[in-house]
C-alpha cells in the first residue's frame, strides 16, 4: 500500500551565495575587522591586524566587537563598516 | 494570516487543504521511515507518517489555516507556517488536541528576546525547556506529577518532541548543522513539564508572568540539563533554598557566572513545608535572589584560576533581579527532591511566556 506524506522541511530553496566583490591590493583601504567579542578573537584579530599592516600599506584597520555574540551585528556596526572598502567577520570561543 | 485566533475545535472553522508543502510517496512504512532518517528529518527515533489526514486534524483542532504565520525567525528570516508546525508535530507523536501547544511555544520561541538562532547554534549546546499552565494540561492528559521532569505523559513527551523536529526540520537546528552544540543534554530530544496547579496555593508560573490565573499559556526557556539535589533533613523554607542556592553557585562556578533565568523545580513534599511556613513563590524568589551569588575569585577553586583576572573579590548575581527565576511546581508525591534548571548564557536569551491562542507578534 503506498503511503503518501507530506514534506515536513522548510520549503524555500536556500538562496545563491554570491562571493563579495575581491579588492584586490589592499594599500590606502580601510578594513574592517568583527569580532564576535569571545576571549579567543582577541589575539587572532590581533595577529591578523598586524598581518595587515605588516603585508600592505592599508590606510585602516578597524576593530569592532559585537555587543552580543550569539546575535547578528546590529545597524551600528553595519553602518560604520558602509565606509569601509572590506570587511573581515569571524567568529572564536 | 497574522492576527490572534482562538484555538479550540469549532464546527464553524473548516481549514482549508495543504497546497503547500511537496507530496511524498512510499511503498510501505519502513521504506518512509528509513527515508526520513536518511535525510535527517528524525531526531534519530520512528516518526508517525505526516500524511495529509492527520495534518489537516492538527490544522482543524486549532482552527489555523495552513498558511497561518506562527512567525518569522528573526536572523534567518525563516516564516514559520501552521502547516509546516502541523506536519513536525504529527511526526513527533502529537495529537491534534497538542498542537495549540507546540503552535504557542514556536510562537514565544520566535519573540526576539529569545533569540533562537544563538540559543540553538551555540557550543554551549541548550535545549528549550517547555513549561505548560492551565486548563489545557488537563485537556490534553498532561501529569505534572511523577517523573515531572523526565517522560511524564505523552502529550509531554510529544509537544517536547515537536518542538525538536521544528528546530530541526524549518531552521536546520540539527547535529553539525546550524545546532554546533559541544555536548547538547537529553532534554534536547523533549522538554517539557507541566506545571502542578492544584496541589499547592502558589500562583502558577504563568499567572505570574502574564497577570491572568485563568488562561493556559506556555513558558520556553533556553535550558541547560536539570541539575538534581535533594534535602529532606530540614523543615525550613530557608534550608531547603540553601540546597537549590547551592546547587546555582555551583553551575555559576563550573559553567556560566552570567546571571539569567534560572527554574526551580518543586515537587509536593518540599512544598509542603513553604506552604506550612506560608512562603510564596515570591518569597522564594526574593530569598534566591538575595543568596545565590560567587565571588569570581571561586573560579580558582574549580580549575578556573586563568579567568580570575582581576576582579576576584566582584560578586556575581544569578538573578538580575528576583523575577529572573521561574519557580515551578511539580513532581511525584514522595521525595525531598528538586532540580535546578540553567539558563543558556545569562541573559543573552530570556524566557518568554505566550497564552495560547494569542499572536504576540501582530
Known amino acids: 500500500m503506498t503511503i503518501e506524506v507530506l514534506n515536513p522541511t522548510y520549503d524555500e530553496a536556500a538562496g545563491d551565495f554570491t562571493a563579495a566583490a575581491r579588492v584586490g591590493e589592499l594599500d590606502g583601504l580601510t578594513i574592517g575587522i568583527v569580532s564576535n567579542g569571545k576571549h579567543g578573537t582577541v589575539p587572532f584579530f590581533d595577529a591578523f591586524a598586524d598581518e595587515l599592516r605588516r603585508r ?14 550569539s546575535a547578528p551585528a546590529g545597524d551600528e556596526i553595519l553602518d560604520d563598516a558602509r565606509r569601509w572598502h572590506a570587511l573581515v567577520a569571524g567568529i572564536g570561543d | 494570516m497574522t492576527g490572534p485566533m482562538p484555538f479550540g475545535r469549532t464546527d464553524h472553522v473548516v481549514a482549508p487543504s495543504l497546497p503547500h508543502s511537496n507530496r511524498l510517496s512510499f511503498d510501505d512504512g519502513v521504506a518512509l521511515q528509513e527515508h526520513f532518517h536518511a ?16 495534518v489537516a486534524a492538527c490544522l482543524d483542532w486549532a482552527a489555523l489555516p495552513a498558511d497561518h504565520l506562527i512567525g518569522v525567525e528573526p536572523v534567518r528570516g525563516r516564516a514559520i507556517t501552521a502547516e509546516k508546525v502541523a506536519i513536525n508535530s504529527v511526526m513527533a507523536g502529537c495529537l491534534p488536541s497538542h498542537f495549540p501547544v507546540v503552535v504557542t ?13 544563538g540559543a540553538t547554534a551555540s557550543t554551549g549546546g541548550c535545549g528549550v525547556l517547555v513549561v505548560v499552565n492551565g486548563p489545557i494540561r488537563h485537556e490534553i492528559g498532561m501529569s505534572s506529577g511523577f517523573n515531572a521532569v523526565g517522560p511524564s505523559d505523552r502529550a509531554s513527551t510529544c509537544i517536547g518532541r515537536a518542538v525538536r523536529l521544528v528546530l530541526g526540520n524549518l531552521l536546520e537546528v540539527r547535529p553539525g548543522e546550524i545546532d554546533r552544540s559541544t555536548l547538547g543534554h537529553p532534554g534536547k530530544i523533549s522538554f517539557c513539564i507541566a506545571e502542578d496547579e492544584e496541589q499547592t496555593p502558589w500562583a502558577s508560573l504563568a499567572a505570574e508572568r502574564i497577570g491572568d490565573p485563568y488562561v493556559s499559556a506556555v513558558t520556553v526557556m533556553a535550558a541547560m540539563g536539570p541539575r538534581q539535589l535533594m534535602n529532606e533533613w530540614t523543615t525550613e523554607p530557608a534550608e531547603i533554598l540553601d540546597t537549590f542556592v547551592a546547587e546555582i553557585k555551583a553551575n555559576m562556578r563550573h559553567y556560566s557566572i552570567w546571571a ?24 522564594v524568589r526574593e530569598y534566591v535572589f538575595e543568596h545565590a551569588r560567587i ?68
Open chain 1, 56 to 69: 600592505s600599506r592599508v590606510a585602516e584597520v578597524v576593530r569592532v566587537i559585537k555587543p552580543n555574540y
Open chain 2, 39 to 54: 535525510q535527517g528529518w528524525t531526531d534519530g527515533l520512528p516518526i508517525v507518517p505526516p500524511t495529509t489526514d492527520a
Open chain 2, 105 to 117: 511555544a514556536v510562537t514565544a520561541m520566535l519573540a526576539e528576546p529569545f533569540l533562537l538562532h
Open chain 2, 260 to 283: 539569567g533565568n534560572y527554574a526551580v523545580v518543586i515537587p509536593p513534599q518540599l512544598r509542603a513545608h513553604f506552604d506550612t511556613a506560608g512562603w510564596s513563590k515570591a518569597d
Open chain 2, 295 to 362: 565571588r569570581r575569585g571561586e573560579w580558582a577553586g574549580v580549575g578556573k584560576r586563568s579567568a580570575v583576572g582581576e576582579k576576584g573579590e566582584h560578586t556575581y548575581a544569578a538573578l538580575t533581579e528576583p523575577d529572573d527565576l521561574l519557580v515551578i511546581a511539580a513532581g511525584g508525591p514522595a521525595g525531598g527532591f528538586g532540580a535546578v534548571i540553567p539558563p543558556w548564557l545569562g541573559t543573552t536569551s530570556r524566557a518568554i511566556t505566550v497564552p495560547v491562542g494569542a499572536c504576540i507578534d501582530c
